[in-house]
């Protein structure tokens, strides 16, 4: 049994040195060229000018803003917010992360899909929205498999066949406190009624440092939709960025 435990504590410290990617983030980042890709979701920290715009069509109206790090930091600061999981900024420096909100002034419903919208730069790379299980991926990529193993060494106890590990700990399931952020500030995917504003977070992997202009396009707004659901219209809303790193 010892020699069990040795084993064990042996194979964690493996897998902690080893850090292997998910294989989410084994997936090209843009669409574009091979050698520009390369240097896609990079730590830059970018200049927006200017930081907030809107843009309203057909009564519909759209404002984006970037979120910088200290706008994120503070974001999930806020407990008045999100309550208990209020807490770290669960983003990485290798993320763009925009805060939008989209007001349905008109008197039909429309229908978000953010999973359509698209960051374009002046390099010819084309960038889509990255899913919560994305960045969580990175999270766990990041932080290393070490931390869990220093989480179960420490927590090894003696008993009569030697030092017992925590087997239960070692296959818990993981933190919920940045999932939950992640989750809550997500703009979600759905209809908005009539008088309806949501609002939320659309991130993208942070594009090649050597980009000068971004287009991001929140496109793909279904509307006019008739007695079968069908949509007969699409609303897309062009913002225009100037971008230098800081």
């Known amino acids: 049994m010892r020699w069990l435990a ?23 980042r843009t669409r574009g060229e091979i050698d520009e890709s390369l240097q896609v979701a990079g730590a830059v920290k970018w200049k927006f000018t200017p930081v907030v715009q809107t843009l309203e ?10 979120a910088s790090e200290e706008y994120l930091t503070n974001f999930f ?8 999981f209020a807490g ?3 983003y990485y420096p290798e993320h763009l992360v925009f805060y939008m909100k989209i007001a349905n002034r008109s008197d039909k419903k429309i229908r978000l899909q953010p999973v359509d919208f698209v960051l374009v730069d002046d390099r010819g790379n084309q960038y889509s929205p990255i899913g919560t299980d994305y960045v969580t991926a990175y999270g766990e990529f990041r932080s290393g498999f070490s931390t869990t193993t220093r989480g179960v060494l420490e927590n090894a ?43 939320g977070l659309v991130a993208f992997w942070s594009p090649i440092p050597t980009a000068h202009k971004f287009k991001l396009l929140v496109t793909n707004i279904k509307t006019d939709f008739d007695a079968n659901d069908e949509a007969h219209t699409a609303l897309e809303f062009p913002f225009e960025f100037d971008v230098t790193k800081q």
């Open 77 to 84: 600061a806020n407990r008045k917010i999100f309550g208990e």
């Open 6 to 28: 040795i084993g064990l504590a042996g194979l964690l410290l493996t897998a902690g040195c080893l850090g292997k990617k998910s294989a989410l983030l084994l997936e090209r």
């Open 88 to 90: 770290k900024n669960p």
């Open 157 to 199: 106890s003696p008993g009569y066949f030697g030092f017992s590990l925590p087997v239960g700990k070692m296959f818990a399931s993981k933190p919920q406190g940045g999932f939950a952020l992640l989750t809550q500030s997500s703009l979600q995917t759905g209809y908005l009624y009539p008088g309806v504003v949501h609002d």
């Open 57 to 66: 069509k057909d009564k519909v109206e759209v404002i984006v803003n970037y």
